[in-house]
């Protein structure tokens, strides 16, 4: 039995010692929102101003999760310069701003599952690599933002994800310890970052990387948001 599956059978034991989460930390994308279209359209926009052809959307996410900077390095290829990339950067930022919210949206039973979470009285805040402006932008305009206490994105600090500086900080504003806090996210990345804070992880199975999981299990998994106010009570 895997050890998702061992977790999904058993949850309490692996909810801290007391078994309680006071503490709910998200990744954005590809957990609370489906960007995927948005981020692919401006990648082949960033693309097609140097004269590359477009890639397909599922190549996009795959590039997604370590932030902007990670994104279109992968994104303009290996033959691309510094400065181009420097330039490809600047563009894709820019681009990406005015055109975030064409396609993105809140995946399904996402709005219920935090709504829900916040009438029990636990806190969430969302951490994710990309940049904290933006994503709180694209949540207010989902008219989410005033349900967690907290947005931590890629700039925010000195280090993005895997890097638990972000997590650590949400737990100190929350006055929690780690072990009372739990992450959610869609990939190998959320996982690592919950295991250098000493947390705990949630994969979600809706996302664009939870074949990573493979590589770096979390401690359960869910395969709809409504799962995660059931496993926590």
């Not at 033959?79 to 399904?108: C, G, N, P």
């Not at 500086?165 to 990345?189: C, K, N, R, T, Y």
Request: hydrophobic letters at 45%; a negative charge.
């Amino acid at each position: 039995m895997g050890k998702s599956e061992a977790v999904l059978g058993s949850p309490a034991a692996r909810l801290g010692e007391s078994g309680v989460i006071r503490l709910i930390v998200f990744d954005l994308d590809g957990t609370l929102i489906d960007s995927s279209r948005d981020l692919a359209i401006s990648t082949n926009a960033t693309r097609a101003h140097f004269g590359l052809p477009p890639i397909s959307q599922d190549l996009v996410n795959s590039y997604v999760g370590n932030g902007a900077p990670v994104l279109v390095r992968r994104a303009m290829g290996p033959d691309a310069s510094e400065e181009q990339v420097a330039e490809a950067l600047a563009f894709f930022l820019q681009y990406y701003r005015e055109h975030s919210l064409e396609h993105t949206r809140l995946y399904s039973g996402v709005r219920e599952a935090i709504e829900q979470l916040s009438v029990e009285g636990r806190k969430l805040a969302v951490l994710t690599n990309k940049p904290e402006k933006i994503s709180g932008d694209i949540l207010s305009a989902l008219g989410v933002r005033p349900l967690f206490f907290r947005v931590v994105g890629g700039n925010t600090f000195p280090e993005k994800k895997p890097n638990p500086v972000g997590l650590l900080a949400i737990a100190a504003e929350a006055q929690l310890p780690p072990d009372q806090l739990l992450m959610v996210g869609d990939s190998a990345v959320d996982v690592a970052t919950a295991r250098n804070a000493g947390a705990q992880s949630c994969g979600v199975l809706w996302g664009f990387q939870p074949e990573t999981f493979a590589a770096v299990p979390p401690d359960f998994t869910i395969a709809q948001p409504g799962e995660l106010t059931a496993i926590l009570r």
